[in-house]
């Protein structure tokens, strides 16, 4: 505690640090202020049913990720979700059309160029999102729309205000990125992520000393301990990286030498990151939205397994897809054809291996090795809320027993940790652990 409070002390003596927590924090309070903005036109006592659709599925998670905003029908009801999917597509497109690889390798021009199609591709996805949102609006809440209001004026002015919503909470998250500390983006999310925590906790709470069959404080207590073990887990998986030795030759250039001392190669066991699970959810709730509305009392068994996220054949497919998935991204994120090369361009080699394809064959062999039980931990994480709800854990507290929120919360703590680490490590105080360093999700420590 005496260790906490000291770094906290230093934290507050840095003029720089201290601005860009204060500036982080300012953002981040607007933000969570515009969640409960509602739109214009609506009625927010007359919410019930929209609130009550929110509660499990698809839509409990796209709540989730806006902080309550989806449920809310705030102006930020879309919430950030928009952009991220625009990027994972941009990233496929940098892998597969020699157009965007080409402008991935034009460095700081190509990026900017990437940035921009990347907004650009997002402001398309909203014009078609925001409609769709506001469809389910009036089907699950027409009574909250206010009576005297063209439902086309209030589709064509609701639409420009959600895709303008998405927009300022991306420009919230690019001013954190630039003044405030941590990645904004992945800051926005977190939040959004935790405001649901309290309340989550609270229901969880009065579920285990209600109930006949919530096991009192004793079954909490096991909850709260594998929970605890859990994200011990995700932080070891976060930080796992699997380093390969790369030795360089000695090159003489008139009477300077160059090369000749040895690096390692970091390759993180965690390489595909969540993008495994988000794929994973997409091919499993975009069918299966069809599905339900023809979907009845009297369908096969395997329809109404496959629509309830609880059963074991949801999350038996759900787990083969994302470690198929992971498999892929790494594939298509990771060229060891190219590590090899740029190796091999500077004198580099692996001991013992010979330089060219039989080091892309080596790097390729370790890379599957340590990718299988990536994935495997990977979609163990994912399918954990299902399994803590075997032990009658509420739907909305079971959420942060895995899947994508835990993933992105422990890897958005260790980032901002990380650097603020830095920056009281660069003016020579103590960091946040008693070993002065933090790992980050690289698995490298930050000084």
């Known amino acids: 505690m005496k260790k906490l409070i000291e770094t906290l002390k230093n934290i507050w003596k840095v003029e720089d640090l201290r601005q860009r927590i204060l500036i982080t924090l300012l953002f981040v309070t607007i933000y969570r202020f515009g969640s409960f903005v509602v739109l214009p036109g609506i009625n927010p006592s007359m919410l019930t049913k929209l609130q009550s659709q929110t509660q499990g599925g698809l839509m409990s998670l796209l709540d989730m990720f806006s902080g309550g905003a989806f449920s809310n029908a705030s102006i930020f009801a879309l919430g950030i979700m928009p952009y991220i999917s625009a990027s994972i597509v941009m990233q496929l497109l940098a892998v597969a059309v020699p157009y965007f690889q080409k402008m991935q390798r034009e460095g700081e021009s190509g990026r900017k160029k990437i940035s921009m199609y990347t907004r650009w591709l997002t402001v398309a996805i909203l014009l078609f999102q925001a409609p769709s949102y506001l469809i389910n609006l009036k089907m699950q809440a027409g009574d909250a729309l206010a009576t005297g209001i063209s439902w086309s004026v209030f589709l064509f002015t609701a639409t420009i205000i959600l895709a303008a919503g998405s927009m300022f909470i991306l420009w919230l998250g690019e001013r954190i990125t630039d003044k405030g500390i941590g990645n904004g983006i992945s800051l926005i999310i977190m939040i959004g992520i935790i405001a649901r925590l309290p309340q989550a906790f609270i229901q969880e709470v009065g579920s285990r000393f209600t109930a006949v069959t919530g096991g009192g404080l004793i079954m909490f207590l096991v909850e709260i301990l594998v929970l605890l073990a859990v994200v011990c887990a995700a932080i070891l998986l976060v930080q796992g990286t699997r380093k390969i030795p790369v030795q360089y030759a000695k090159r003489v250039v008139g009477n300077k030498q160059y090369g000749g001392a040895r690096q390692y190669i970091p390759l993180k ?100 090795r340590i990718t299988f039980p990536g994935s495997l931990f990977i979609a163990f994480i994912a399918i954990m809320p299902a399994l803590a709800g075997l032990l009658n854990v509420q739907d909305a507290f079971s959420q942060f027993f895995g899947g994508t929120s835990l993933l992105i919360l422990v890897g958005v703590v260790l980032d901002t940790l990380q650097q603020i680490e830095s920056h009281l490590m660069m003016r020579h105080y103590d960091g946040l652990l008693n070993s002065g360093r933090v790992h980050g999700r690289g698995g490298v420590a930050a000084y």
């Open 269 to 368: 066991l965690f390489a595909a990151n969540v993008m495994p699970i988000i794929f994973a959810q997409a091919i499993m709730f975009i069918p299966l939205a069809f599905v339900q509305y023809a979907a009845s009392e009297n369908s096969s068994w395997i329809i109404r397994s496959l629509m309830d996220h609880h059963s074991w054949a949801y999350n038996i497919v759900f787990a083969v897809l994302i470690i198929a998935f992971t498999y892929f991204y790494t594939a298509i994120t990771l060229n060891p054809t190219q590590m090899a090369e740029d190796m091999k361009r500077n004198n580099g080699f692996i001991p013992g291996v010979r330089p060219g394809k039989d080091t892309a064959d080596y790097i390729e062999t370790v890379m599957s």
